[in-house]
């Protein structure tokens, strides 16, 4: 297996050397974009596990897509890296890593599509997988430590190509965007539904010590931009409000959040004082999502509670699979399924995460990170 890839990153290497000439590149603000963490993030990584149930790609996700296509994205459209990375000059999100693989392994003529998508590679590679959490035993797909490894064999690749001075060139002006801790906080929260002082304390330890090493593992590897979300506002999504009699949030899960939130600010100021020329700008998905449920208008929403589509109670107790029925007017509903947002709220939080006020994104701006 590890043979194969790397067999694999090397062709597509070649391809990527072929085609620089006609990448394009045009009106990008940093040279490339490295995508880490969940769902929240991913572009079809998963599509590439065989088995995973963690998957999207199948209607109705995708219905909104360019081309309604479902891409592996938790959505009816484009997420919120897609509109982050295109307010950065780039058309979407850089692709999923493991489509690069699969095109460049898969390379039995140079079509123009093997071309294009190995290109932009050099633009950067999205390694997020849903149901991924910052511990490497949440969830059963790419783990954190996974997709970091991931990143330094494309790196080692990139190294023979360009020669390791430009490559880190590369990558010191580059953005590394993490979207992650969600399926953690999930996760405990599901094995604990009354977790005591002790049990939080230790697994936020754990979170933010994992996070620390993380971060740590990428700035050695020459990352410098670090573009973090933090966790979201998940005791109000609808699967969790289906669970609850009332409808309403579950609010220890939402506290569970917030304490991890103030733990990852804390944990980004103490690395930015030890770490020579890093730079970080938070965004908070968590603040976003509440400021969107008490004033859904601000992003032409109407429907905060229940998903678009799914099934059950508020449409949330089961996933969004070809049989669910689903909304027709999706651009007013903050949800798309149980758990993910739909492509206006995504739309909205990218605007606001790369040039909002400092509640929604802090120190800097998304957009001072990338012009720093
Ligand atoms: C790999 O090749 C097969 C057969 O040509 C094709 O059906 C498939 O879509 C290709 N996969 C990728 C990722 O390009
Ligand atoms: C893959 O594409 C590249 C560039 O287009 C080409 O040079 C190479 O021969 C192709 N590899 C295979 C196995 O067809
Ligand atoms: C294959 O690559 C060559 C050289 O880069 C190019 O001239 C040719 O048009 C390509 N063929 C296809 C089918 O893309
Ligand atoms: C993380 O992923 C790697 C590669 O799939 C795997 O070998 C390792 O066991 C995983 N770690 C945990 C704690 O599941």
């Not at 599509?47 to 998957?55: K, Q």
């Not at 190995?118 to 783990?143: E, R």
């Not at 971060?215 to 969790?240: E, H």
Request: charged share 15%; proline share 4%.
């Amino acid at each position: 297996m590890a043979m194969r890839l790397a067999a694999a990153l090397r062709l597509l290497l070649v391809v990527v050397a072929a085609a620089r000439g006609a990448a394009g590149g045009g009106g990008a603000k940093v040279p490339a974009i490295f995508v880490f963490g969940d769902s929240t993030a991913d572009v079809g990584n998963n599509d590439y596990l065989p088995g995973s149930s963690a998957r999207a790609n199948f209607p109705h996700n995708g219905v909104d897509f360019p081309g309604g296509k479902p891409t592996g994205r938790f959505s009816n459209g484009l997420i919120g890296v897609d509109f982050i990375a295109a307010a950065m000059g780039f058309s979407r999100s850089p692709p999923a890593y493991l489509s690069l693989i699969a095109i460049a392994a898969n390379n039995s003529s140079n079509s123009s599509k093997t071309t294009m998508a190995a290109a932009a590679c050099m633009k950067g590679a999205n390694f997020a997988s849903g149901g991924s959490g910052v511990l490497d035993s949440t969830g059963t797909t790419i783990n954190m430590t996974k997709q970091i490894e991931y990143f330094s064999d494309l790196k080692d690749q990139m190294s023979t190509k360009l020669g390791a001075d430009k490559v880190s060139t590369l990558l010191s002006k580059s953005i590394f965007l993490i979207s992650a801790g969600g399926n953690d906080a999930f996760d405990f929260f599901s094995q604990n539904i009354s977790p005591d002082s002790t049990a939080i304390q230790q697994f936020c330890e754990a979170v933010i010590s994992t996070y620390d090493s993380h971060v740590k593992t990428l700035y050695n590897l020459g990352a410098r931009k670090f573009a973090v979300i933090n966790v979201p506002l998940i005791g109000c999504c609808p699967y969790w409000r289906s669970q609850n009699p009332t409808g309403e949030c579950i609010q220890p899960l939402n506290q569970l959040a917030t304490r991890l939130n103030d733990e990852i600010w804390d944990l980004f100021n103490d690395l930015s004082s030890q770490m020579q020329g890093m730079k970080y700008s938070i965004a908070s998905s968590y603040e976003l999502v509440s400021s969107l449920i008490e004033k859904p208008q601000a992003a032409g929403l109407e429907e905060v509670r229940s998903a678009c589509c799914g099934g059950g109670k508020l449409n949330a107790e089961k996933g969004c699979t070809p049989s669910s029925s689903y909304c027709s007017d999706r651009s007013k509903f903050l949800f798309w399924d149980l758990l993910h947002p739909t492509q206006a709220t995504s739309k909205f939080a990218g605007l606001v995460f790369y040039d909002g006020a400092a509640r929604f994104v802090s120190p800097i701006t998304f957009k001072q990170l990338v012009e720093e």
